[in-house]
């Protein structure tokens, strides 16, 4: 069965440096999206993907983020200047056009430190 | 603005017992629910979704969840929970607005089946 992968599985870097999370989704799949979790607390949405463009995004997703899908498989999320903060589980997701459902990736660990 | 509220933070239960999450939700217009699952160390696997139709859905691994339009609910339960059923449970909801469909997520109930 296709799943949505993301590399790294564990990611450490110091405050300030750019970090680029990667993920690729399930190949037929059009709508892309990055979600992050802090420890202990709940998923929340950062930004959609469609057509070469950013569709909706949250007031997370600042100027410090930026997606990016370089060619015809991946979609990453960069940090340009990482924070403490920033330090969460960030989630991949896809879905189809024509479903609602959205498929995940099994994440990438982000430590700042 | 959506929101979604799971009242249980940790619910433990004993093996092969009931066992029954509870999720709310509020919007001004129709939603989707859906009902993720989180196992240690894993990514969100989907376990069953409403989008229309018949208000009781079921799901994958013997879960199944009502939606109770008036009662703005959806709650999850399963009849007969397995150990291999511990996990934490996300409540979800999106708007169908044919563009985004960003998912807002209650803050989780984590499920313990001990023997």
């Known amino acids: 069965e296709p799943e949505v992968t993301q590399t790294p599985s564990h990611q450490v870097t110091q405050m300030g440096q750019e970090v680029i999370l990667r993920c690729v989704p399930i190949?037929?799949?059009?709508?892309f999206y990055w979600y992050r979790q802090i420890l202990g607390q709940k998923v929340e949405f950062l930004v959609s993907f469609y057509n070469n463009e950013i569709s909706e995004k949250s007031e997370i997703f600042d100027d410090q983020f930026s997606v990016e899908r370089p060619d015809g498989s991946n979609f990453t999320l960069k940090i340009r200047s990482t924070k403490l903060e920033d330090s969460a589980m960030y989630f991949c997701?896809?879905?189809?056009?024509?479903?609602?459902?959205?498929?995940f990736g099994p994440g990438t660990r982000l430590t700042v430190l | 603005a959506q929101s979604v509220t799971q009242l249980d933070s940790q619910v433990p239960v004993f093996e092969e017992a009931p066992v029954e999450l509870r999720c709310n939700y509020s919007s001004s217009v129709s939603v989707y629910l859906f009902w993720y699952v989180q196992y240690p160390n894993q990514g969100l696997q989907l376990l069953l979704k409403?989008?229309?139709?018949?208000?009781l859905v079921k799901g994958i691994n013997g879960f199944e969840a009502e939606f109770n339009k008036s009662q703005t609910s959806f709650h999850l339960r399963k009849p007969s929970v397995h150990i291999s059923d511990t996990a934490e449970y996300f409540c979800a909801v999106s708007v169908p607005t044919g563009g985004g469909n960003k998912l807002t997520f209650g803050t989780g109930t984590q499920l313990k089946v001990e023997l």
């Open positions: 190949s037929n799949h059009l709508y």
């Open positions: 409403y989008l229309s139709g018949s208000t």
């Open positions: 997701a896809s879905r189809l056009p024509s479903t609602d459902t959205q498929y």
